[in-house]
């Protein structure tokens, strides 16, 4: 809040635990510079008719330039020290129209970044979109590539059977070779067997 220079500033204060009855309420004025200008005791103000005392101390003082006006309020004998800045001087007119145009100003770029951000996702989705329709795509060639693997499968398990089929004969052949083998070596002893002029 700001308050006039040159016109009195009402200061409220209420003591440390509502104490009431305090004569050593002390409230010491410092000037923009921080200096000392006046030490005034503060006043307790009576409770209405009925109503609960409040502790509530006052004192009024008046500020000569404009700039921040710090007030300490004190009690030895009750414990307070508290101190409080005042805001003195008058917002022109022309302030406050700087001020909102600033705000103004910060809007309209904050609502530009924020289109610019709603560009860059929607630019991300769409190369989403792309990035899904790609991996469709590449699932499609797995699924050709399975299929063909699949066949080529059956086809070696058939290539397979032709060889078990082609090792079977074969075997039986080396069984016939030698039995026949067995004949002719039969044969040739009889041949060799001596007792024969060449």
């Known amino acids: 809040m700001g308050y006039k220079k040159n016109e009195a500033l ?24 921080d200096v000392l200008i006046n030490e005034y005791t503060m006043v307790e ?19 000569t330039t404009d700039g921040q006006w710090r007030v300490r309020i004190e009690s030895v004998i009750n414990g307070d020290d508290i101190s409080k800045i005042f805001e003195i001087g ?3 007119l022309d302030d406050i129209e700087t001020i909102v145009a600033d705000i103004d100003g910060n809007v ?3 609502l ?5 951000v709603k560009g860059v996702v ?7 979109d792309q990035a899904i329709l790609d991996v469709a795509a590449v699932k499609g060639v ?4 399975e299929g063909k693997v699949d066949q080529t499968i059956l086809d070696v398990a058939a290539v397979k059977g032709v060889v078990d089929s082609t090792e079977g004969k074969v075997d039986q052949s080396l069984l016939d070779i030698a039995a026949v083998k067995g004949v002719v070596d039969n044969i040739d002893l009889q041949i060799n067997a001596g007792g024969y002029i060449l």
Do not use: H
Request: glycine share 6%; no cysteine; proline share 2%.
């Open 90 to 92: 008058n917002f022109k």
């Open 10 to 33: 009402q200061v409220n204060y209420i003591a440390l635990k509502k104490t009431t009855g305090l004569t050593d309420v002390k409230m010491r004025v410092y000037n923009t510079a």
């Open 112 to 116: 530009l970044d924020i289109a610019a």
């Open 142 to 145: 797995v699924d050709s590539t």
């Open 108 to 110: 309209d770029q904050a």
């Open 122 to 128: 929607d630019s991300t989705e769409g190369k989403v």
């Open 45 to 63: 103000v009576a409770a209405s008719s009925g109503d609960a005392a409040l502790g509530l101390y006052r004192k009024s003082f008046t500020p």
